[in-house]
C-alpha cells in the first residue's frame, strides 16, 4: 500500500465512523507499550500547555492518527476554481492577519478566483492589498457580508449569483469569540450565535444552489479545539450567559452542521462534500475583538505569545479540506502536534456529542427555523 492508499483508506474508515457513530477503537485489542521518560515529558509540557491556553467549561479534543505531512507547497493547482472565503482581515501588525487572510492567500495563489466576505471593508481590503503583493497573479477581491444581519447575507448571495452560476468552495471561517457582556444584534440575537450559527448556517444555505453547480463543490467548516453543549432551551443565552460558553456551544454546532451537511448532500445527491477543521490555538485578533485583554484568553494573549501559532500554520487544515483530493466528506481534521493544538494537519478526534444524529437534525432544523432558510 502505498501512503496514499493508506490515507486513503484511513479516511474512509473516519467517515463511516462518523455515520455509523462507532467509538473509535472499540473492540481492538488493548497494547501496552513501555512508555520512556522523554515521553513523558513531552506529555506533560503539552498538558501544560494546554491547560495554560485555557479551556474553561470546554472540552478539549485530541488528535487522532496523523497523516503524512502536508503542507501550503502541496495544494494542487485551484485554476478554473470560484471561492468563498468568510472572514479575512489584512491587520497592519505583523502575524496578526487571520486565518481567512492566510487561506485566501494561500487559494489565490494556486490559481483560484478568491472573493474575501466580511464584514470591516478596509482589513477585508487591506488583505485584498496584501494578497495581490504577495501574489501578482491572483485574482482576488473583497465583498461586503455581515453575518449577523440576514439582509445582508442575501444581498451577498444575489450579488455573487449575479457574478457567475456556480461556486466550487464555500470555506465558513469567519467567527467571533464573545464579549464580557451579552450583545444582540439590530434583530434581537446573540451576537455569537447569530454569527458561528445562524449567520454560518444561512450563507451557507444560500449558497447550495451555485455550489450544487460547481465542480467537486466542498464546504469547509470553521471548529474549535474547545467545544461545549447544544441548550435548545437556552440558545441564545439570555438565562446563563458566559464569553466562553457562548463561543465553545457554537463551536460544537460547526460540527455538527458539516456532518449533518454531509449525510444530507449523500442522502439528496447534492454531490457536495462537507468537511470540519479546526485550527489549533493561533495569535490572530479573534481574542482582542472577543473578551479583550483583561480575560484569561487576553492575558495568555500578551504574555504567552509563544503557544500560540502562526495563523499560516493554523489555516492548513482548512486548505487541506479545500483543496486535497484525499480529503474526506465528514472528516475532521486539526493540528496533530501538542494535543492538537498546533502543527500540520492531522485528523481530529470528534467529540462524544457530536456523534449524535438526532442532536444534529434538532438543530439544522431550528437553525432552517431561525434563519427562515431551507437546504435542498
Ligand atoms: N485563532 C484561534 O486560535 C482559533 C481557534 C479555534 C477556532 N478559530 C476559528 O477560526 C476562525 C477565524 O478566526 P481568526 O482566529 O482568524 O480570528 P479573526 O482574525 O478575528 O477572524 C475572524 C474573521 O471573521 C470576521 N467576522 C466576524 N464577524 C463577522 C460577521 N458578522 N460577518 C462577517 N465576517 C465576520 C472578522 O471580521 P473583522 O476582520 O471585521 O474582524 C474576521 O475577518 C473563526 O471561526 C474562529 O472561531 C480560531
Known sequence: MTDSHKQCAFEEAIVSEVSTSKEAGAGEPVRRRRVSRRTVLQFAVAGVAAGAIGFGSGRLTAPGAELPDWTSADIPSQ???????????GYPREGRSGLGY????????????????????????????????AAPDATVRFESLDLTDLAS??????RMTEAGGSLDLLVNNAGVQGRLEREETADGVERVFATNARGTFALSARLLPLLRNGTDPRIVWTASS???????????????????????????????????CERRSKAGGWGITSVVVHPGVCRTNIVLDGPGVDTPEGWRFQYVPFLWQDPAVGALPALYAATSPHAAGGAYYGPKQMQGLSGLPGFAVLPESARDVALAERYWGTLEDLAGVSFG
Open 102 to 133: 492566510h487561506q485566501a492567500l494561500a487559494l489565490a495563489a494556486a490559481g483560484a478566483d478568491v472573493t474575501i466576505a466580511s464584514r470591516n471593508r478596509e482589513r477585508g481590503e487591506e488583505a485584498v492589498r496584501r494578497i495581490r503583493a
Open 226 to 260: 474547545r467545544v461545549g453543549s447544544i441548550d435548545f432551551d437556552d440558545l441564545q443565552k439570555e438565562r446563563d450567559y458566559d464569553y466562553g460558553g457562548a463561543y465553545d456551544d457554537t463551536k460544537l454546532g460547526s460540527i455538527l452542521m458539516a456532518l449533518e
Open 153 to 158: 447575507i442575501e444581498e451577498f448571495t444575489s
Open 79 to 89: 485554476v478554473g476554481r470560484r471561492m468563498v472565503v468568510t472572514g479575512g482581515n
